[in-house]
Structure formats: structure tokens, C-alpha cells
T-cell receptor, first 115, second 112 residues
Framework: DVKVTQSSRYLVKRTGEKVFLECVQDMDHENMFWYRQDPGLGLRLIYFSYDVKMKEKGDIPEGYSVSREKKERFSLILESASTNQTSMYLC??????????????FGPGTRLTVL | RKEVEQDPGPFNVPEGATVAFNCTYSNSASQSFFWYRQDCRKEPKLLMSVYSSGNEDGRFTAQLNRASQYISLLIRDSKLSDSATYLCVVNTPSTGGFKTIFGAGTRLFVKA
């Protein structure tokens, strides 16, 4: 079974802190994604990566950065956390080269609260 | 207009009922379609892909209508365990490739 793990289930941080969210997948997937999920808005793509050291902006990249130094690990960084970044953060990975038909496998999510 | 729209519900149905969800998408060039299921406080998981000819998996049937740009999910003989949020997912051509768009989800409550 594909396993995607995230470093924390719950996280509470203060405004202005630097926050690291880590995601690891164990199935040698090429593609990795970071989403945030808010009530009524669904999942919104923050950043994604199709290869090591490669990253592309999603729909809402402002206030975030990412790092992919190893194939299995994709980190989301909030340089200076703000209250409007309080959300559920979901990491996902997928494997096929034909990305149109791929299935995304999600981690359990990190619920981040910024005070 | 949202690129993928779903009725947020909630749908409250008794056990054994048949329930149907629709989802509309705005880009006629969209290429692949899925239904995901998300339990409360859990991550989304693929329920089924949606093919042009329609496809069935046990009590679940998915249909695609390209002319009207909607997909549907039919659940027959609802079980308590079907209670969840159902996400419509569409892969759409985008600059540099494609993008995956998730609907906001439809909540289903199945009651005894």
C-alpha cells in the first residue's frame, strides 16, 4: 500500500514564526503536491513538484515556499506564519508519467493553527 | 464561476436509500474525472474513476456527460458507513501541462 506521512497531525504556532511541514512518501512517486483545505473552498493547490529539486507554483503560492531535495520528501515552508494560514494542510503524491490519469494519494493532513 | 461545482449538501438519507450527486465542470477540454471520498477529519481517498461509458463498482455507479459537462455518482442501498464527503475531481489542461481541480465536496449523512 502507498503510504504518505506528514510530520505532525496538529500544530500551533504564533504569528511571524517560521513553520516547516514535512511530507514523506514510500512508493518512489515522482509527483508530490501540497494543498490546503478550508471549509467551503475545497482543496487548493499551493505548490507541486514533478522531480527532485523541481517545484512549480500552484493556485495560491503566496506566503509559502517548498523544498524537494530527495525524491521521497517534499517540505512546505511558511516563512512568517499569519493567522490567515490557519488551515488543514494535505500532502499528496502520484506516480504515473501520464499525469492526466494519475491517482493522488494523500497523507493524513496537518491541522495548523496560527495564533 | 467555479471550475468545478458541487452541491455542498448535506444530503440526509435513510439506510437503504438511493442517492445521487452531480458535479459540473467549466472547461470542455477536461480529460479525466474522479470521485474521491473523505471521511470526517481524514484525508481524501480515491473512490472511483469516471469513464465516458460509465462505470460501476458494487453499489456505486459513476457517469460522465461530456456534452453537458457534468459527472454523477449514484449510491444504491446506502449504508451508515457511506456517510462522508464526496469530492468531484477533474483534470484540466493548463499552461505547461494540466491541473487537478477538486470540488468543495458534497456531504452525505446516512441515518439508521
Amino acid at each position: 500500500d502507498v503510504k504518505v506521512t506528514q510530520s505532525s497531525r496538529y500544530l500551533v504556532k504564533r504569528t511571524g514564526e517560521k513553520v516547516f511541514l514535512e511530507c514523506v512518501q514510500d512508493m518512489d512517486h515522482e509527483n508530490m503536491f501540497w494543498y490546503r483545505q478550508d471549509p467551503g473552498l475545497g482543496l487548493r493547490l499551493i505548490y507541486f513538484s514533478y522531480d527532485v529539486k523541481m517545484k512549480e507554483k500552484g493556485d495560491i503560492p503566496e506566503g509559502y515556499s517548498v523544498s524537494r531535495e530527495k525524491k521521497e520528501r517534499f517540505s512546505l515552508i511558511l516563512e512568517s506564519a499569519s493567522t490567515n494560514q490557519t488551515s488543514m494542510y494535505l500532502c499528496a503524491s502520484s506516480s504515473t508519467r501520464d499525469r492526466v490519469f494519475d491517482t493522488q494519494y494523500f497523507g493524513p493532513g496537518t491541522r495548523l493553527t496560527v495564533l | 464561476r467555479k471550475e468545478v461545482e458541487q452541491d455542498p449538501g448535506p444530503f440526509n438519507v435513510p439506510e437503504g436509500a438511493t442517492v445521487a450527486f452531480n458535479c459540473t465542470y467549466s472547461n470542455s477540454a477536461s480529460q479525466s474525472f474522479f470521485w474521491y471520498r473523505q471521511d470526517c477529519r481524514k484525508e481524501p481517498k480515491l473512490l472511483m474513476s469516471v469513464y465516458s461509458s460509465g462505470n460501476e463498482d458494487g453499489r456505486f455507479t459513476a457517469q460522465l456527460n461530456r456534452a453537458s459537462q457534468y459527472i454523477s455518482l449514484l449510491i444504491r442501498d446506502s449504508k451508515l458507513s457511506d456517510s462522508a464527503t464526496y469530492l468531484c475531481v477533474v483534470n484540466t489542461p493548463s499552461t505547461g501541462g494540466f491541473k487537478t481541480i477538486f470540488g468543495a465536496g458534497t456531504r452525505l449523512f446516512v441515518k439508521a
